[in-house]
C-alpha cells in the first residue's frame, strides 16, 4: 500500500455498498484483547473459534481443549484476561494449539494432511469475518514457552475476497486475497512457569489480486504443523490493526522542509513571503493511498508581520488522526525561533490537550499571548506535564531561557 497521494485526497467511509453496514465500517478483530467468552475458562473467546467448535471427519477426536482463558494482562494493559494456546498430544499425534476467526477443519490424523486446514466459512455467521477495510499494520502481544528454542510460533491475518479462503492450503494462490500480515515469534521465555511478553508489529503486504471481503486472523504454537513439542504455549493480548496517518513528505513552493521525518510533527521554516503564502503552496504524500489530507494556512496571532502557521492533517482509513505543524517565518531560522532542532522538538503531541511529555533536561517555561508567564519548571528524564489549565491558544515556549517554539492548546 505504499502509494504517494500529493495535497488532498478524500475516502468517503461507509458508502453505499452491497456490503452491509457493520462489515464496511469495522476496522478492528472483534473481541481482540480477549475480553469477554462464550463459558467458563476453557470456552472459546468470543467471535473466536478452536477445536471444539471444528468440523471435519476428525472433529470429534480433536475437540478436545487446547486453550486457557488466563486472568491478567500484557504488560501496560488494562483489561482482565488474556488467552493461551498450547500443544496437546492426541493418541501419540501432536496438534497445535490453534485459535482462527473462521472455522478449524479436522480431516485427518496426519498433521500436515491438505485436509486439516482453518477456513473461513461464509455461510456461518460464527465462522467467518466479513471486512473490506485495508489496515497497514498488525501488531500484536505474545509471550511464547516451547521447548525448543528453533521452534517458531504464528499469528496470520489473511484479506481475502469473496470465498472460504483455507489456510495454509490457499496462501499461493494471489487470485484468492488481497493482502497477509504475519508474525513469526521464537520462545520468549525458556520456562514454562513464567510469562515474558513482547509486541511485536509486521506490515500487511499486499500481493494479492482479489477484493477485501473478509479477514481469517489464525494464532497456533508452530507454524509447521504437527512439529513443536507436548505444553508449548503462546499467550495472545491485544491484537491491533493499525492504519496509517503519517506522511512521508511535505513540500512547501516544490521543496521539502528541512529536516522532514515521518514521526517528527513540528518545523519551522523560512519563507519570503507570508502574505501570499497558501494551502496551495503545500504539498503531503501520505505513506498510504487511503489516508486524507487537508491543509490549512494561517497569519500567526503572536506575530502577524512575520509569522505563518501552517497545518497538515492526516486522517486515516479508520478516522486515527495526526497533525504536521509548521511555522513558517520571514525571519532567520536560526535566529531566536530552533523549532526545527532535536531538543525543542521534544514537546510532544503539539498541538496539545491536557497534558504534554517533555524529553529533555532543561528549564522550560511557556508564556501566553500577552507575554506573561503561565508555567515555569525544571525538568529531567521524561515527564507528563498538566495543562489543563491553558486556555486554547498559542503559547511560546522558552528553552534555557533562550531557545524557543510554539505550543498549540486545541481542545
Not at 473467546?45 to 486472568?71: E, M, Q
Not at 498541538?351 to 506573561?372: F, K, L, Q, R, Y
Not at 515555569?376 to 506535564?385: S, V
Request: glycine share 6%; aromatic share 10%.
Amino acid at each position: 500500500m505504499n502509494k504517494n497521494l500529493t495535497f488532498f485526497h478524500k475516502i468517503a467511509f461507509c458508502a453505499l455498498l452491497s456490503l452491509p453496514f457493520a462489515a464496511w465500517c469495522q476496522f478492528q478483530i472483534p473481541n481482540n484483547g480477549f475480553e469477554q467468552w462464550d463459558g467458563g475458562y476453557t470456552s472459546e473467546p468470543t467471535h473466536w473459534n478452536t477445536f471444539s467448535s471444528s468440523d471435519g471427519s476428525y472433529s470429534s477426536l480433536a475437540s478436545s481443549n487446547h486453550h486457557y482463558r488466563r486472568s491478567g494482562h500484557r504488560p501496560g494493559g488494562s483489561g482482565n484476561y488474556y488467552l493461551t494456546i498450547y500443544t496437546k498430544s492426541i493418541m501419540g499425534i501432536k496438534a497445535n494449539g490453534n485459535m482462527t476467526t473462521g472455522r478449524v477443519h479436522a480431516g485427518s490424523t496426519s498433521a500436515t494432511s491438505s485436509d486439516n486446514y482453518n477456513y473461513t466459512q461464509r455461510d456461518n455467521s460464527s465462522h467467518c469475518l466479513p471486512f473490506t477495510a485495508t489496515p497497514d499494520s498488525l501488531y500484536a502481544w505474545v509471550s511464547f514457552y516451547a521447548e525448543s528454542g528453533n521452534s517458531e510460533a504464528q499469528i496470520t491475518a489473511i484479506l481475502h475476497g469473496d470465498n472460504d479462503f483455507k489456510s495454509p492450503n490457499n496462501e499461493n494462490n494471489t487470485t484468492l486475497y488481497k493482502a497477509r500480515a504475519e508474525i513469526r515469534t521464537k520462545r520468549t521465555t525458556g520456562s514454562a512457569s513464567s510469562m515474558a511478553w513482547r509486541q511485536i508489529k509486521v506490515p500487511f503486504v499486499y500481493s494479492g489480486t482479489s477484493s477485501a471481503s473478509y479477514l481469517l486472523v489464525n494464532m497456533t504454537t508452530n507454524r509447521q504443523a504437527g512439529e513443536g513439542s507436548k505444553n508449548d504455549s503462546l499467550s495472545i493480548d491485544d491484537i491491533q490493526l493499525i492504519y496509517s496517518a503519517w506522511l512521508t513528505d511535505i513540500k512547501v513552493n516544490g521543496e521539502t522542509i528541512s529536516g522532514f521525518e515521518k514521526g517528527r510533527l513540528n518545523y519551522t521554516i523560512h519563507v519570503d513571503d507570508i502574505d501570499n503564502l497558501t494551502a496551495d503552496d503545500i504539498q503531503a504524500t501520505t505513506e498510504v493511498d487511503d489516508a486524507s489530507v487537508q491543509i490549512q494556512v494561517s497569519l500567526s496571532d503572536i506575530n502577524t508581520d512575520t509569522d505563518a502557521d501552517i497545518y497538515v492533517t492526516v486522517t486515516a482509513e479508520d478516522g486515527t488522526e495526526k497533525e504536521y505543524y509548521i511555522l513558517a517565518t520571514t525571519r532567520p531560522v536560526d535566529v531566536g525561533i530552533e523549532a526545527n532542532t532535536k531538543e525543542t522538538a521534544r514537546i510532544f503531541p503539539n498541538p496539545a490537550n491536557e497534558t504534554i511529555t517533555v524529553d529533555m533536561n532543561h528549564s522550560v517555561e511557556i508564556i501566553d499571548i500577552t507575554g506573561h508567564s503561565v508555567l515555569r519548571f525544571n525538568n529531567t528524564g521524561t515527564n507528563r506535564i498538566d495543562v489543563s489549565h491553558l486556555a486554547k491558544g498559542v503559547y511560546t515556549v522558552l528553552i534555557d531561557g533562550t531557545k524557543t517554539t510554539k505550543l498549540i492548546i486545541n481542545r
